[in-house]
């Protein structure tokens, strides 16, 4: 059974760079047909595409965010991060990263963390 | 960018009732790529639904999906107690990847 656990700051200073892992287990993130991703949800609002990566190194973000994100995989710890600089009180939300599958022509995350709120505020 | 249009924003049903969800799309969405997910309070979103019409491992076989196009539907047939929660459609057949804005079912 994958699992998935963010981890990280949950309070960062308005303008700094939020900062936030997520450690897999259960399986490799170096298998083949998984992309590793991270989607926000505001509270009480619904959910937001934040991008993905892939062990290979490719990656996809959200154009919303795309110039102050980063998502990179680290195989040798089997863990993904995000990093999203200059942050507002905008990105105040709950973090979760999922397993992003490509499989029948289909696109859709089937394992999630349980997510960890950031918050944004000085 | 695809905007995903979920109604009603809540559904106020009492169990063994049907629940009929609709997800209208901004543009035509590949069926393959229309998701869709079940979100209780305080937990992650689950798989419900991919391909527009295939259930995920383990999903009961009262959950179902169907559409094409812009307009697409999930289907409760006959709600349980632990189905009351927020069901939210995805796309991924044009990037950037786009959610519904959520509909909540609600016991009556």
């Known amino acids: 059974q994958v699992q998935l656990q963010e981890s990280g700051p949950g309070l960062v200073k308005p303008s700094q760079t939020l900062s936030l892992t997520c450690t897999v287990s259960g399986g490799s993130i170096s298998s083949g047909g998984y992309y590793w991703g991270w989607i926000r949800q505001h509270p009480g609002k619904g959910l937001e595409w934040v991008g993905y990566?892939?062990?290979?190194?490719?990656?996809s973000y959200n154009p919303s965010l795309q110039s102050r994100v980063t998502i990179s995989a680290d195989t040798s710890r089997n863990q993904f991060s995000l990093k999203l600089g200059s942050v507002t009180a905008a990105d105040t939300a709950l973090y979760y990263c999922?397993?992003?599958?490509?499989?029948?022509?289909?696109?859709?995350?089937?394992?999630w963390g349980q997510g960890t709120l950031v918050t944004v505020s000085s | 960018e695809i905007v995903l249009t979920q109604s009603p924003g809540t559904l106020s049903l009492s169990p063994g009732e049907r629940a009929t969800l609709s997800c209208r799309a901004s543009?035509?969405?590949?069926?393959?790529?229309l998701v869709w997910y079940q979100q209780k309070p305080g937990q992650a979103p689950r798989l419900l639904i991919f391909g527009a019409s295939r259930r995920a491992t383990g999903i009961p076989d009262r959950f179902s999906g169907s559409g094409s196009g812009t307009d697409f539907t999930l289907t409760i047939s006959r709600l349980e107690s632990e189905d009351f929660a927020v069901y939210y459609c995805?796309?991924?057949?044009?990037?950037?990847?786009?959610f519904g804005g959520g509909t909540r079912v609600e016991i009556k």
């Open positions: 990566t892939h062990y290979s190194g490719s990656t």
């Open positions: 995805q796309q991924y057949g044009s990037s950037p990847l786009t």
């Open positions: 543009q035509s969405v590949s069926s393959s790529y």
């Open positions: 999922a397993r992003g599958v490509e499989s029948s022509s289909s696109f859709f995350f089937d394992y």
